[in-house]
């Protein structure tokens, strides 16, 4: 039983706003591209919004979250819900924990700083699973040898030293 | 046989060596957004690998008692929240290998690896070698910049947490434990007091953990840990072999009373255990002649616990002592028992304290 975006009338609706203008509530459903459109002309509200949060690394899974969250003041609030396992951003703040995978995408810009302030980064370098092939093998190879330069050159074997970061340099250019 | 009572290496340092990778399903909600009908699809599906798999033994956790629950998260095997979970869960166990895969834990998959003593290497491809197994018949949740999808973001990326449980009481006792734990934790590594950290029953262990899972590949990740492992170990054995004559006396001193106690008490808690294990432990490295190894007390520190003591028999008997103290008496007959039999059938009687470079080059006939 899926919604039909309020805008295009053709894609299934994923997103679920509700907007209070002028203290008149009102509800809309779009689906993925036009929630896109949607945020984008909404973008200078949702700066300030995120703006305002003020993270202080490792204090706490779900103090990362409810940072997230500062409701007051604005004048309108999403309720787009993830459309695998139908959690809400706010049942995420709850928990401190995603719904399921989709969820990674569904609330990926909200997530993105709570990423960024526990890991540092939010590029996965490891191993990825074999159906994929591996696409960071490169990277892997390269972290590899980079580390093995770094010993060389603590070990003063600056010959081969030489010879690693010649190897480096051509494996980076491919 | 249990991990705790195979032989291994490190064990002036290290209790024991844990690596685990979190795994997740594809297509099913993570463990807060799932019904327990769904849980059980999940367990179906592993059950169906690996029950006609050799060397596995799959366990079923609704179909076994609390105690033995409890008792296999004494051990380690499983978490605490494993245990006590109501939804179906599987717990997949290759012992050979020391594997064990808990089925239904806060992600779907939770593939680990504990061996006794330290054994970074062989824990590590233990683990990758399982996780190839399953990706080889499962669809994990996966995303190309942010990694495995797991249920908390903490675990991001990798997925992968390498655990050592360390014995510090050199570093503890010079009070050196918090600001190695600050600055540890400035380079993405957790220290983690275990039993009774600050009190007095300071058993001097710690699990030493990676934190960053992002942004680092497994085998950097590898790598970084046991290059720390290995700083924290020299700098623990540096200080034991530095104390003056005056000081190991009156540590020596400590570790034979101990001995003492646990050879011939009636009454054992936990806590005195715990204090007890801490001093007759470190006698076991500065030079101590008493027959205990740290082999022999590290696997009396899971022997005693309250569940894995029940099912080894050591109930209640029909007698009116409180229960506490029936338990305390049990716990001191079981260590008694252990340090006998450990004394009669056990591979060392007597051990001297060679460095770690020496034992490695000195192979006895027998071991050769
Ligand atoms: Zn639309
Ligand atoms: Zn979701």
Redesign the pocket.
């Known amino acids: 039983m899926k919604d039909v975006?309020q805008?295009?009338?053709?894609?299934p609706?994923v997103f679920y706003y509700e907007q209070i203008i002028n203290g008149k509530k009102s509800n809309c459903a779009?689906?993925a591209?036009?929630a896109k459109e949607w945020r984008n002309s909404h973008k200078k509200q949702e700066d300030n919004y995120f703006q305002a949060t003020d993270f202080s690394p490792f204090s706490g899974i779900d103090a990362l979250f409810g940072s997230l969250f500062a409701p007051s003041g604005i004048q309108h609030y999403e309720s787009k819900r993830c459309p695998l396992c139908n959690a809400t951003c706010a049942d995420l703040k709850r928990s401190g924990k995603a719904g399921c995978a989709v969820c990674y995408e569904t609330f990926a810009d909200e997530l993105a700083p709570t990423v960024r302030s526990i890991h540092g980064t939010q590029k996965h370098t490891g191993r990825t699973p074999a159906s994929l092939g591996d696409k960071n093998k490169k990277e892997r190879r390269l972290a590899e040898l980079r580390e093995a330069l770094r010993r060389a050159v603590e070990a003063q074997e600056y010959e081969q030293a030489v010879n690693l970061r010649d190897e480096i340099r051509a494996l980076e250019k491919e | 046989m249990f991990w705790y009572e195979k032989k291994a290496e490190g064990k002036d340092v290290c209790v024991s060596t844990r690596v685990r990778l979190a795994r997740n399903l594809k297509d099913f909600p993570f463990k807060a957004r799932l019904t327990d009908e769904k849980a059980a699809e999940i367990v179906n599906k592993l059950f169906d690998i690996y029950n006609d798999q050799e060397n596995y033994t799959v366990t079923t956790m609704q179909d076994i008692g609390r105690i033995d629950a409890e008792s296999l998260a004494e051990r380690h095997y499983i978490s605490r929240d494993f245990a006590k979970s109501t939804s179906p869960r599987l717990l997949v166990r290759d012992d050979s290998r020391d594997i064990a895969i808990m089925v239904g834990e806060e992600d779907h998959l939770r593939i680990q690896c504990i061996k006794n003593g330290y054994a970074l290497e062989e824990a590590f491809r233990a683990t990758m070698e399982e996780e190839a197994f399953l990706d080889s018949r499962l669809d994990f949740a996966f995303s190309e910049s942010l990694g495995y999808l797991t249920h908390c973001p903490t675990n991001l990326g990798t997925a992968l947490r390498i655990s050592v449980m360390m014995h510090l009481p050199a570093l503890t006792a010079a009070g050196r434990m918090e600001a190695l734990t600050q600055q540890l934790q400035k380079i993405g590594v957790t220290v983690r007091g275990l039993y009774g950290e600050g009190s007095r029953a300071d058993a001097a262990l710690y699990q030493i953990s990676n934190q960053v899972t992002m942004g680092i590949t497994e085998e950097e990740t590898l790598r970084k840990m046991s290059k720390i492992i290995g700083q924290i170990a020299d700098t623990e054995r540096a200080m034991r072999t530095s104390y003056d004559e005056e000081t190991s006396e009156k540590l020596l001193d400590r570790a034979q009373r101990s001995e003492g106690i646990l050879r011939t008490a009636r009454l054992v808690s936990s806590s005195e255990f715990l204090s007890l294990y801490n001093a007759a432990r470190l006698g076991c490295m500065i030079g101590n002649t008493s027959s205990l190894t740290p082999e022999l007390l590290d696997s009396l520190l899971f022997a005693v616990m309250p569940a894995t003591m029940e099912l080894a028999g050591y109930r209640d008997t029909a007698t009116t002592l409180p229960k506490e103290m029936q338990r305390d008496k049990n716990r001191a007959v079981l260590i008694q028992k252990t340090i006998a039999a450990y004394g009669k059938g056990g591979t060392k009687k007597t051990r001297s304290t060679p460095s770690d470079k020496e034992r490695k080059s000195k192979k006895t006939p027998d071991e050769a």
């Open positions: 975006c805008n295009c009338q053709k894609k609706a779009l689906c591209d036009c």
